[in-house]
């Protein structure tokens, strides 16, 4: 008995030998596609990992920058509180005469002219003035400083 005789005929053993092949290139071609699967459930797995990690390194980066924010504010009001000390100090240095003002400022109100309780306010507002000037400088200083520090640690 020969092979075709026990399949039924030429055309029942061409119809076993497609539905072989056909069988086989179905099984090859699930292989493949469970191969192509877990490469693009790794390949996703890894985005994601990466994607997580530079989510991390974002935020890390951001409360750094927050961070160096907040000391370059902190040092900008403690520049501050010690500009008002300073024109404080000098307003009293200035009244109790341990600091005199240059001669360019003295001459505001005319000593022959005017009345001694006009020479006190004049000088008085004078001291006060400088305290201003003073803190104003400071002040100014001080926030370009702030600004120059902010503007550094944003371009680290």
Known sequence: M?????LGGIRATIFALLAALFLTGGIVQTFRLHYVEGRNATLANALGK???DAQIAARKAEA?????????????????READ????????????GTVRLQDRWRGCVSDVAATAAERDAAAADREASAGRIVRAARDADDQIRALQDIVKADRK
């Open 2 to 6: 020969t092979i075709v005789q026990l």
């Open 50 to 52: 990466a994607q997580a």
């Open 64 to 80: 750094e920058k927050a961070q160096a924010i907040a000391v370059i504010a902190d040092k900008y009001e403690q520049d501050k």
């Open 85 to 96: 000390e300073a024109q404080k100090r000098l307003v009293a240095d200035l009244r109790a």
